[in-house]
């Protein structure tokens, strides 16, 4: 086999992506004819949602070759209620093409991309599509490239008809300006002999500079661009030329398996599909493949090439390749495959609405659960909550594009007719100072499970750490265990009814008896200390935020400003170019949930905005919402014990 390389396509919404796989496919001759977003006939837009909305909301993989390379090419969505297509994805890249649109520039999702891709060290080529649009400033594009993201880009070529059907594009020779002075300077701050070249004045041998430049490239410290109207294949061939420049899969086929499953699907005939991208090993059918944290290993049914809507039987899946494996029931989307840890995880973004569903026909809410459930394990971040004492069903979005998507997934692939309340924002709490949880649970007998915690608050964003300082006399490691092992569960609901986040807690005392303690005390006692310490420390509300990017003509400035304040928001100083203004702002999601309808209206529907998640931050409870109680709070603790004991009638 030749070289491999596993590509995705990203970028904000509507800045070509799909347009741009769809012509690689053609010039790398795996089409015949061209598929168009607005015919709604292209290869990797392929489910009937997508078509009747012109958009991606599935990853969707697909395959071609290019001079002796087979490229593996993920296309993702581009919309911001789907990034989290986008964030399991990058789990198995070994590289990223990053489209970004002449016309409409930096967006809010090309920036929350670039952050993701650098933060997992991705290799990425800029490509600067739609150099054909009116509005098309690729050298003004280049700089605000060089200012927000890196200076160190590695323009590989030349373009004329900016703004014009007739654009064209023309690469540059490794030593030719202004390319070969950028290569020369780097050849020379990473190799001896080049070195010796720039300090005398000689050219730089060509073999050199591709070698750093692409010694470069794979540690993230160059990036390549290039430019094109993907729509007229502008650039395409180029792009397919650029994407040789990036590092290849290793495949290490007699090395220890290891893989990881960025994507489960379910497939009426076949049963669950886990798509699976292999760095190490091989698997071929009626293998048994372990998961880690899971026994006992399944085997595997069938091994299968998914190439957008179409199926390849492959036999084995070889390192450095993807394919999807049929027969591992137990499998779910994030699994890591082997012993390996394998720890590559950005978050792009995070729900931050909650929504209540509803079928049609009351009848069909068992069959409804089971339908959210099949999509939770494609897509974990829906987070399905299922209260089955008040028959209330629960998942969290991150918009309202996402709420129709999952409705037609609803009633195309289950027959089910869905309505849904209106969204709520999704708070969360942390702990307002440091303090101490205890919970002696003694009685009635027999039981015993002494547990006393340390909490303290951290940083915003740090998530929960568990530790214990207690020795296995004190309790017994697998007591400890379980209260590990509780703790996730119980935090689900603070003070206010809503998940606390960013603290540590350390098991600091307590203790076990040998005759008194049952296997489940301390399940039962766990909770009850944790919320004796969240009422020790106090609970501070957290709210997610959001940064928005408005771009507007200069006389709405004052508006916009007015609007962002009256958000609760704040804002860097906008900046004026030829009679436009963008300005950037963070603002809570609670008051921003209908700006963009306020904006577009403002604006006369000629304004540009784009949000993405940004994280949370202290609100003051009364500009907050408290979250109604699921189930049994551990603080009416008679009740409680009586719940955890199976008691209450």
Not at 54 to 72: H, P
Not at 247 to 258: C, F, I, N, V, Y
């Amino acid at each position: 086999m030749g070289e491999i390389i596993n590509i995705g396509i990203v970028a904000h919404a509507d800045a070509g992506k799909t347009t741009l796989t769809e012509q690689m496919l053609f010039a790398a001759g795996e089409l015949r004819t061209l598929g168009s977003v607005d015919e709604k006939n292209t290869q990797t837009d392929w489910l009937d949602i997508e078509r009747r909305r012109g958009i991606s909301v599935r990853a969707s993989s697909t395959r071609l070759f290019w001079k002796d390379c087979q490229i593996n090419l993920i296309d993702t969505p581009g919309h911001v209620d789907f990034a989290g297509e986008v964030e399991r994805s990058l789990s198995m890249l070994d590289a990223a093409v990053l489209v970004v649109s002449a016309a409409e520039g930096i967006q809010g999702q090309t920036e929350a991309l670039w952050d993701a891709l650098q933060k997992l060290k991705i290799p990425t080529l800029l490509f600067i599509n739609k150099l054909d649009r009116v509005g098309a400033e690729p050298q003004d594009l280049l700089k605000d490239l060089a200012g927000r993201f890196s200076p160190n880009l590695a323009v590989m070529e030349q373009w004329t008809g900016e703004q014009d059907r007739g654009c064209q594009v023309f690469p540059l020779d490794l030593n030719e300006e202004p390319l070969g002075d950028f290569l020369t300077e780097l050849a020379a701050e990473n190799d001896s002999e080049a070195e010796m070249c720039f300090l005398e004045n000689k050219p730089v041998p060509a073999g050199t500079l591709l070698r750093v430049l692409k010694e470069r490239i794979a540690d993230c410290g160059v990036f390549p661009v290039y430019f094109g109207a993907a729509a007229l294949g502008v650039g395409v061939r180029e792009v397919l030329d650029g994407i040789l420049l990036l590092p290849k899969a290793e495949q290490r086929k007699d090395g220890p398996l290891s893989g990881v499953i960025y994507r489960v699907e379910h497939d009426r005939i076949m049963g669950k599909a886990a798509h699976v991208r292999l760095f190490s090993g091989t698997i071929a059918n009626r293998d048994a493949v372990p998961l880690q944290g899971k026994k006992p290993a399944e085997k595997v049914t069938q091994i299968r090439r998914v190439l957008a809507n179409r199926y390849l039987d492959m036999g084995e899946l070889t390192a450095g390749d993807i394919g999807a494996l049929y027969g591992l029931s137990n499998a779910r989307t994030g699994d890591v495959i082997g012993k390996e840890q394998l720890s590559r995880k950005a978050t792009l973004t995070m729900p931050m609405l909650k929504v209540q569903a509803f079928p049609q026909k009351p009848e069909q809410m068992m069959d409804l659960v089971a339908a959210v459930r099949e999509l939770t394990e494609e897509d974990p971040l829906l987070d399905m909550e299922w209260e089955k004492e008040e028959r209330e069903l629960y998942i969290k979005i991150t918009g309202m594009i996402q709420l129709e998507v999952i409705a037609a997934f609803l009633s195309d692939r289950f027959g089910l007719d869905v309505s849904f309340e209106s969204p709520s924002v999704i708070y969360k709490e942390t702990p307002a100072k440091a303090g101490v949880g205890i919970e002696n649970y003694t009685w009635p007998k027999p039981c015993w499970a002494c547990i006393e915690f340390a909490i303290e608050p951290l940083e915003r964003g740090a998530g929960f750490r568990f530790e214990s300082a207690v020795e296995d006399r004190v309790i017994l490691s697998r007591y400890q265990a379980h209260i590990a092992q509780a703790l996730p569960d119980a935090l689900k609901q603070g003070l206010y009814g809503w998940e606390v986040t960013d603290l540590k807690i350390t098991l600091t005392g307590g203790s076990h008896h040998l005759i008194h303690t049952h296997p489940l005390d301390f399940f039962t006692a766990t909770p009850m200390a944790l919320m004796n310490g969240l009422e020790n420390t106090g609970c501070t509300l957290l709210e997610p935020m959001v940064t928005m990017r408005l771009s507007a003509g200069e006389e709405h400035v004052g508006r916009l400003i007015r609007d962002v304040i009256a958000m609760r928001g704040s804002f860097d100083s906008p900046v004026i170019h030829k009679d436009s203004a963008v300005m950037e702002a963070r603002v809570p999601a609670a008051s921003s949930l209908n700006y963009p309808v306020e904006f577009s209206i403002l604006t006369g529907g000629k304004g540009v905005i784009s949000t993405r998640f940004s994280g949370y931050e202290p609100c003051p409870i009364e500009l907050g919402k408290t979250a109604k109680r699921r189930g049994i709070d551990p603080r009416d603790r008679a009740k409680w014990i009586l719940h955890a004991r199976q008691a209450l009638q």
